[in-house]
């Protein structure tokens, strides 16, 4: 009997160590097989991933080579302008000019202008004074100034005329962060104003009768004192009039056969 009892525990014994064992292999299989499906999906996600970076980093270097062409195609466009132009930071040192400015106040290129303050280029002592002064009101206060004439001196003494028209800069914060300015010298065109006057004052004062037509229509539009004086009218009494109004018939056409052939 207790022969019995301990082959019956023996079957029972090997029927749960089997039984186990099979649990436990398909368990492991089950594992296994959630490992790989987990697995699989990883290297999934983790390929897209990989190439939603790699797409990302590509556009990120698509559009950084483009903003550099574009700084670099303006950067160009500016240094090329045929007029002094320049701008700054809210610190007063210049971050950029044209080609023309450099050589306008007496410098080779923009690198010998990029970095430094108006301290470090070549004014005269006056001029650096009211330049940086004016500009840091315009920054302060925000309000541009356009098309200013004012003198302006280097420091080897050569003086222009210029027209100056300064912007304050802002960023997306609506801060003042710095300026840009621009001049147009009309040094030569004040001299020419200079030179006309010098003349018209000696076209008028001049003894002589000087009368200014013109050729086809004989209609006067400039006469000196002499001639006012000659013709009975005053220097805006002959405005819209013609030289043969002035004259007998046959004297006007003496005066039309004369400048015929010119």
Same mark, same amino acid.
């Given at each position: 009997?207790?022969?019995?009892?301990?082959?019956?525990?023996?079957?029972?014994?090997?029927?749960?160590?089997?039984?186990?064992?099979?649990?436990?292999?398909?368990?492991?299989?089950? =594992?296994?097989? !959630? #490992?790989?499906?987990?697995?699989?999906?990883?290297? /999934?996600?983790? *390929? %897209?991933?990989?190439?939603?970076?790699?797409?990302?980093?590509?556009?990120?270097?698509?559009?950084?080579?483009?903003?550099?062409?574009?700084?670099?195609?303006?950067?160009?466009?500016?240094?090329?302008?045929?007029?002094?132009?320049?701008?700054?930071?809210?610190?007063?040192?210049?971050?950029?000019?044209?080609?023309?400015?450099?050589?306008?106040?007496?410098?080779?290129?923009?690198?010998?202008?990029?970095?430094?303050?108006?301290?470090?280029?070549?004014?005269?002592?006056?001029?650096?004074?009211?330049?940086?002064?004016?500009?840091?009101? =315009?920054?302060? !206060? #925000?309000?541009?100034?356009?098309?200013?004439?004012? /003198?302006?001196? *280097? %420091?080897?003494?050569?003086?222009?005329?210029?027209?100056?028209?300064?912007?304050?800069?802002?960023?997306?914060?609506?801060?003042?962060?710095?300026?840009?300015?621009?001049?147009?010298?009309?040094?030569?065109?004040?001299?020419?104003?200079?030179?006309?006057?010098?003349?018209?004052?000696?076209?008028?004062?001049?003894?002589?009768?000087?009368?200014?037509?013109?050729?086809?229509?004989?209609?006067?539009?400039?006469?000196?004192?002499?001639?006012?004086?000659?013709?009975?009218?005053?220097?805006?009494?002959?405005?819209?009039?013609?030289?043969?109004?002035?004259?007998?018939?046959?004297?006007?056409?003496?005066?039309?056969?004369?400048?015929?052939?010119?």
């Amino acid at each position: 009997q207790r022969s019995k009892l301990a082959m019956a525990g023996d079957q029972l014994k090997n029927r749960y160590t089997e039984s186990f064992a099979n649990t436990l292999h398909t368990a492991w299989g089950i =594992i296994l097989a !959630s #490992g790989f499906i987990l697995g699989f999906v990883f290297l /999934m996600l983790t *390929r %897209k991933v990989s190439q939603d970076i790699a797409m990302q980093v590509d556009a990120i270097d698509r559009t950084a080579n483009e903003l550099a062409n574009e700084q670099l195609l303006l950067a160009s466009v500016l240094s090329s302008l045929p007029i002094p132009l320049f701008w700054k930071d809210d610190t007063g040192r210049y971050q950029g000019c044209s080609r023309s400015f450099a050589e306008w106040i007496g410098l080779s290129s923009e690198a010998d202008v990029v970095g430094r303050t108006d301290a470090e280029l070549p004014w005269d002592d006056d001029t650096r004074e009211h330049k940086v002064k004016l500009e840091r009101s =315009i920054m302060r !206060s #925000g309000t541009a100034i356009k098309n200013k004439e004012m /003198m302006k001196k *280097r %420091k080897d003494g050569k003086c222009f005329v210029v027209l100056a028209s300064k912007t304050p800069l802002r960023n997306l914060d609506d801060t003042y962060v710095g300026l840009v300015g621009a001049y147009i010298d009309i040094t030569e065109r004040k001299a020419a104003e200079v030179r006309l006057n010098g003349l018209a004052k000696i076209q008028a004062e001049c003894p002589s009768e000087i009368y200014v037509f013109d050729m086809h229509t004989y209609e006067l539009l400039e006469l000196n004192r002499a001639a006012c004086h000659n013709l009975l009218v005053n220097e805006d009494g002959y405005r819209g009039k013609s030289l043969s109004n002035f004259l007998v018939e046959s004297n006007a056409k003496d005066l039309s056969d004369h400048l015929l052939p010119i």
